[in-house]
């Protein structure tokens, strides 16, 4: 079966740290990878998307950055956090380049707090 | 460019229907989800409507109008573990730029009463 896995669930960072945070997919190969922001009580905003080892695409100017070393790996990251970054971080994935009437599957998610 | 509405909240009591509209105005449709999130839990996947009428699972009915951009997700029989936001979420034709994007609403809150 195909699961997606993200971590950790919270994390507390102060102004200026870096971050890090890794989403893996099992089960799929080639899927397409998507990372969103929500902050409290709003919808989810789409920040980044991967449709192949190396190609990400940007859907908002920011501080924050993703990689995708391998096929089923997400990274995203930032070298020095802001307050405004705070949120509920959410990794998502389709499976083998579907199209787009497949749903997107989200991991747990990771609720960052920025002190 | 895509732009989506929906209520911000709704309150009905346990047993009761709720149908939650969302509208959209979007370029290249081609489809629309219903997520539901419990609080601090990730969206999970309810329906999707790629063509005109009405699908049901279940409790959970969704209806899509692409002429008037228009869907509503009917919850019938609420219970209590149906509180939760529910999110609609807009599709747009793949090409290269929008590979299996998705636009998302800012969610309706269901508050169900006992």
């Known amino acids: 079966s195909q699961t997606i896995h993200q971590w950790p669930a919270t994390l507390v960072q102060p102004v200026g740290s870096p971050l890090s945070l890794e989403c893996t997919v099992e089960?799929?190969?080639?899927?397409?990878l998507y990372w969103y922001r929500q902050a409290a009580g709003r919808g989810l905003q789409l920040l980044f998307y991967s449709v192949g080892i190396g190609q990400i695409s940007s859907e908002v100017p920011q501080n924050l950055s993703a990689s995708r070393p391998q096929d089923r790996q997400f990274i995203l990251s930032s070298k020095k956090l802001l307050l405004s970054d705070s949120g509920f971080y959410l990794c998502?994935?389709?499976?083998?380049?579907?199209?787009?009437?497949?749903?997107?599957?989200f991991g747990d998610g990771t609720r960052l707090s920025i002190l | 460019g895509q732009n989506i509405d929906q209520p911000t909240e709704m309150t009905a009591t346990e047993g009761a229907i709720v149908q939650i509209n969302c509208t959209y105005q979007?370029?290249?449709?081609?489809?629309l989800f219903w997520y539901q999130q419990h609080a601090g839990e990730a969206p999970t996947f309810l329906s999707y409507n790629v063509l005109d009428g009405l699908e049901e699972k279940g409790r959970f009915s969704s209806f899509l109008s692409r002429s008037k951009g228009y869907s509503y997700l009917l919850l019938k029989e609420l219970q209590m573990k149906d509180s939760a936001s529910y999110l609609c979420a807009v599709s747009a034709l793949m090409t290269t730029d929008s590979w299996g994007k998705l636009q998302f609403g800012a969610g309706t809150q269901v508050v169900v009463t006992p």
């Open positions: 998502a994935f389709t499976p083998d380049r579907a199209g787009s009437n497949q749903p997107q599957h």
């Open positions: 089960g799929t190969s080639n899927p397409n």
């Open positions: 979007t370029s290249g449709f081609n489809g």
